[in-house]
Nanobody, 123 residues
Framework: QVQLVESGGGLVQAGGSLRLSCAAS????????MGWFRQAPGKEREIVAA????????YYADSVKGRFTISRDNAKNTVYLQMNRLKPEDTAVYYC????????????????WGQGTQVTVSS
């Protein structure tokens, strides 16, 4: 089992920044690819960014490319999502997830999920 706890969400004005953190406990964090997903009301959960277990490979959805940065610190068992130039359409509940997979862009490859943290961007 891997337990994931997100933090760092909140209310921010458009153009602002937030940094989300996801602390993991349980099994060996460095064995897992990590992803950030989001779900807006009435919409499906979608991938935002993902990072391989080694941290050497990353993926970003087109909608956040150039604005968001995913990183991980395996010594601290934590993955981060730095979100800059936020837009109202970024408003959603953000979830982190862990999976022992190389196919880390696929939602069904993730085995463990956090409870989510709300991000609200006002216009």
């Amino acid at each position: 089992q891997v337990q994931l706890v997100e933090s760092g969400g909140g209310l921010v004005q458009a153009g602002g920044s937030l940094r989300l953190s996801c602390a993991a406990s349980g099994r060996t964090f460095s064995n897992y690819a990590m992803g950030w997903f989001r779900q807006a009301p009435g919409k499906e959960r979608e991938i935002v960014a993902a990072i391989a277990w080694s941290g050497t490979s990353t993926y970003y959805a087109d909608s956040v490319k150039g604005r968001f940065t995913i990183s991980r610190d395996n010594a601290k068992n934590t993955v981060y999502l730095q979100m800059n130039r936020l837009k109202p359409e970024d408003t959603a509940v953000y979830y982190c997830a862990a999976g022992r997979t190389v196919y880390y862009t696929l939602r069904n490859q993730y085995d463990y999920w956090g409870q989510g943290t709300q991000v609200t961007v006002s216009s």
